[in-house]
């Protein structure tokens, strides 16, 4: 049988069909040591990336990891030019723009809707 041809099996799998093929799993984080939930969907899409290793750390620590390695936003005070009040704002104002503290900018949003 030399130069035979490997049968392959071309199986088709529907969405509900694999999402049942994973399920929750209860892990531990490595940072924290709180358990949390790697869902049977979470399962599926690190799957679908290719992805082969669980995540180690929980929800709130990889945010806290991720945020760790950005700088610390720089934030100005500035006058809101609606009511008079001090804001604080994530950009360095300028004198030919108005700069508006939270509640008077939302409300300016507002109308605009």
Do not use: W
């Not at 809101?80 to 700069?99: I, L, M, N, W």
């Amino acid at each position: 049988m030399s130069g035979a041809t490997p049968l392959r099996a071309n199986i088709l799998l529907t969405q509900s069909e694999v999402h049942q093929m994973f399920e929750d799993k209860t892990l531990i984080c490595k940072d924290c040591g709180n358990e949390f939930v790697f869902t049977a969907g979470e399962q599926e899409f690190y799957a679908s990336k290719g992805f082969v290793n669980e995540p180690q750390r929980c929800k709130e620590c990889r945010v806290a990891r991720k945020n760790a390695a950005r700088p610390e936003r720089e934030m100005f005070t500035a006058v809101c030019a609606s009511c008079g009040k001090e804001a604080t704002v994530p950009f360095k104002p300028r004198e030919d723009r108005p700069v508006y503290c939270s509640e008077c900018f939302a409300s300016m949003k507002e109308e605009e809707d």
